[in-house]
């Protein structure tokens, strides 16, 4: 841990190597993992993000709080293509009247998505292999509707913000959806088989084709090229 203005002096010099995506400034103090060329991370402040309104797009590195135990698989470029995630890569808005919303086609196809993911989050964090304690504090991941994406509103700016806003918390929900996936254990299924998640979801009801969609997207894809976030340990 050391201040800004040490930072950015020791990082102009080229014998300063430090893990770039592993670095953040909080409170003008810069803290970076414990990786290779970095420094140990010391004396974390006792709060940092309280809510999830404070995670912002959730592309921030940072130490991996109780109550966000899924945000370090958020991804770090996260992709908006596929026949699951292609629907977010269009912010369209229209005039309806006097007021600004998201194109209803957009805003429709974006709905389902959320009732779709958070479906399968709560399936498989309740039916996890793993013997985890639920922490107190523990916090599911914020709905994207709950930023607006589905309302109308006076300006088209503020209708454009709730859409980012909306889209960034879809990335949130995602890296839910990657946690309680790894949380049956993936590494652990038989090559070439159906993963014992997506069979989880096949039993409760989940229909086949979809389970396919989330295989083919981004939010199952944890080859090293797909890079997430992660988080700091102490």
């Keep these: 841990m050391f201040n800004k203005t040490t930072f950015e002096r020791r990082h102009n010099n080229e014998n300063f190597d430090v893990a770039k995506h592993f670095t953040f400034i909080l409170h003008d103090m810069v803290f970076v993992a414990v990786n ?15 809510s999830s309104r404070d995670i912002g797009d959730g592309r921030t590195v940072m130490w991996g709080l109780n109550d966000f135990i899924w945000l ?36 429709d196809s974006w709905q389902l998505l959320q009732t779709h993911l958070l ?10 292999t ?45 890296a839910a959806v990657s946690f309680t996936i790894m949380m ?10 159906n993963p014992s998640w997506a ?3 096949e039993e409760h009801g989940v229909h086949p084709d979809y389970i396919q969609l989330v295989k083919e997207s981004a ?12 988080c700091i340990l102490s």
């Design 219 to 230: 939010i199952a894809d944890f080859n090293p090229e797909n890079k997430r976030v992660g």
């Design 119 to 128: 479906e399968i989050y709560q399936i498989l964090f309740r039916t996890s």
């Design 199 to 201: 069979r989880k979801l």
């Design 36 to 50: 290779d060329n970095a420094y140990v991370l010391h004396d974390i402040p006792p709060e940092t993000y309280l």
């Design 184 to 193: 049956h254990l993936p590494e652990k299924d038989p090559s070439n088989s």
């Design 130 to 174: 793993v013997e985890m304690l639920v922490p107190n504090h523990y916090c599911s991941p914020p709905f994207p509707s709950s930023y607006g994406f589905p309302r109308q509103y006076r300006t088209h700016k503020a209708a454009l913000r709730s859409s980012h806003q909306s889209r960034h918390a879809f990335n949130l929900l995602m």
């Design 72 to 107: 370090g698989y958020t991804l770090q470029n996260p992709r908006y293509e596929g026949r699951l995630l292609g629907r977010l890569s269009t912010i369209k808005i229209v005039q309806i009247g006097e007021e600004y919303t998201l194109a209803p086609g957009i805003r």
